[in-house]
């Protein structure tokens, strides 16, 4: 017999799971798999929707982006698993694809994926995008390989100082995946309030530069999500974002790489076994 | 001293980079800050390029950008505490 604690636990809502594989058709919400290169991303989406998005120990393994999708409590989700990248600002077309969509994809969550074993590196990346989006949820993967090694991660007090949830992981044994579930649909719902960790501009002069910079954006991209972050990377000089405001693609970013290659992994697979 | 000079044995804190725009960005993206503590971790049969271990992290480098990162070699020692 359930109790009502069984109901509120995520253990229950497993079985409200259903993996859909490519079928990505009428989804309601889109869910972004971000994280540095070989932290387990794919392993992520391969738990999630059923796929088997080849996984292997060596970046780079994902250059374009995968596709894929699950039904979760009577909701259509539509996930996508990015590169791997150290960072939202450095420049490689791997890196590219996953900043473009973070950024301008506007997906209702990011889940960013973190090496519980390379926690402090990883968080660069997790802190950039906790700059630009506050729908956050931190996969911390590979917490079994970290207890190997002696690591130990109070994940409790990183979601405090994070002010997103922060769930940890064995990806590859499923471990966490109702867990993180039950934390993707609280973010989205608005039933777990998050208060992104961002880093106050002290400088006021640096503030005054960045409005009026921001209010030009605003006038010629007005559909844009991240005005203030485009800015910030115009006053830094990023030379992809420049190019891009110069010739008014900025915006089209995220759907220019739109690529599906989970429907070539899906023939491979049925060849191997 | 640069951190291409660091001798196996040792262990630097990275004190400046000297280089500047997507090459310091990309070092500081791997964790190479001020402050940071490297160690050499593996030498290719070539001596270029050499792997440090970085954060808990081995990443390697090319003998021309280990050259742009500025160290103080912290101890004479390293700890096998691994």
């Given at each position: 017999?359930?109790?009502?604690?069984?109901?509120?636990c995520?253990?229950?809502n497993?079985?409200?799971l259903?993996?859909?594989?490519?079928?990505?058709?009428n989804?309601?919400?889109?869910?972004?798999?971000?994280?540095?290169?070989?932290?387990?991303?794919?392993?992520v989406?391969?738990?999630?929707?059923?796929?088997?998005?080849?996984?292997?120990?060596?970046?780079?393994k994902?250059?374009?982006?995968?596709?894929?999708?699950f039904?979760?409590?009577?909701?259509?989700?539509?996930v996508?698993?990015l590169?791997?990248?150290?960072?939202?600002l450095?420049?490689?077309?791997?890196?590219?694809?996953?900043r473009?969509?973070?950024?301008f994809?506007?997906?209702?969550v990011?889940?960013v994926?973190v090496?519980?074993?390379?926690?402090e590196?990883n968080?660069?990346?997790?802190?950039?995008?906790?700059?630009?989006?506050?729908?956050?949820?931190?996969?911390?993967?590979?917490?079994d390989?970290?207890?190997?090694?002696?690591?130990?991660?109070?994940e409790r007090?990183?979601?405090?100082?994070?002010?997103?949830?922060?769930?940890?992981?064995v990806?590859?044994?499923?471990v966490?995946?109702?867990?993180?579930?039950q934390?993707?649909?609280?973010?989205?719902?608005g039933?777990?309030p998050?208060r992104?960790?961002?880093?106050?501009?002290?400088?006021?002069?640096?503030e005054?530069?960045?409005?009026?910079?921001?209010?030009?954006?605003?006038?010629?991209?007005?559909?844009?999500?991240?005005?203030?972050?485009v800015?910030?990377?115009l006053?830094?000089?990023?030379?992809?974002i420049?190019?891009?405001?110069?010739?008014?693609?900025?915006g089209?970013?995220?759907?220019?790489?739109?690529?599906a290659?989970?429907?070539d992994?899906?023939p491979?697979?049925?060849v191997a076994? | 001293?640069?951190?291409?000079?660091?001798?196996p044995?040792?262990?630097?804190?990275v004190?400046?980079?000297?280089?500047?725009g997507?090459?310091r960005?990309?070092?500081?993206d791997?964790?190479?800050?001020p402050?940071?503590?490297v160690?050499?971790?593996?030498?290719?049969?070539?001596?270029?390029?050499?792997?440090?271990?970085?954060?808990?992290?081995?990443?390697?480098?090319?003998?021309?950008q280990?050259?742009?990162?500025?160290?103080?070699?912290?101890?004479?020692?390293?700890?096998?505490?691994?």
């Amino acid at each position: 017999m359930l109790t009502d604690a069984c109901q509120t636990c995520p253990i229950y809502n497993e079985s409200a799971l259903k993996k859909l594989g490519v079928n990505t058709e009428n989804f309601d919400f889109v869910v972004a798999l971000a994280g540095n290169p070989n932290t387990g991303k794919s392993t992520v989406f391969n738990a999630l929707t059923g796929l088997r998005q080849h996984t292997g120990n060596w970046p780079g393994k994902t250059v374009a982006r995968a596709e894929g999708g699950f039904e979760y409590n009577d909701h259509n989700f539509k996930v996508v698993d990015l590169p791997g990248t150290y960072s939202l600002l450095s420049t490689s077309t791997d890196e590219e694809i996953a900043r473009d969509f973070i950024l301008f994809g506007q997906p209702d969550v990011t889940i960013v994926v973190v090496d519980a074993t390379r926690l402090e590196r990883n968080l660069n990346l997790a802190l950039q995008i906790l700059e630009i989006t506050d729908r956050v949820v931190v996969a911390l993967n590979l917490i079994d390989e970290a207890a190997r090694h002696g690591i130990k991660v109070d994940e409790r007090h990183l979601a405090r100082e994070l002010g997103v949830p922060v769930v940890p992981m064995v990806a590859r044994r499923m471990v966490g995946v109702p867990q993180l579930l039950q934390a993707v649909e609280e973010v989205i719902l608005g039933t777990y309030p998050t208060r992104p960790h961002r880093i106050k501009q002290q400088d006021t002069r640096l503030e005054q530069v960045i409005g009026q910079l921001v209010n030009a954006i605003e006038t010629q991209f007005p559909s844009l999500p991240n005005a203030r972050w485009v800015a910030l990377r115009l006053l830094d000089g990023d030379a992809s974002i420049e190019e891009a405001v110069r010739n008014h693609t900025l915006g089209d970013l995220a759907r220019s790489n739109v690529i599906a290659p989970v429907g070539d992994v899906i023939p491979l697979q049925a060849v191997a076994s | 001293m640069t951190l291409d000079q660091l001798k196996p044995d040792l262990t630097a804190t990275v004190t400046h980079l000297t280089t500047t725009g997507a090459n310091r960005r990309r070092l500081m993206d791997l964790g190479l800050l001020p402050g940071t503590r490297v160690e050499v971790e593996m030498i290719s049969p070539l001596g270029d390029p050499v792997a440090y271990r970085v954060r808990g992290a081995v990443i390697a480098l090319r003998r021309k950008q280990a050259r742009e990162i500025e160290i103080a070699v912290a101890q004479e020692e390293k700890t096998h505490a691994d």
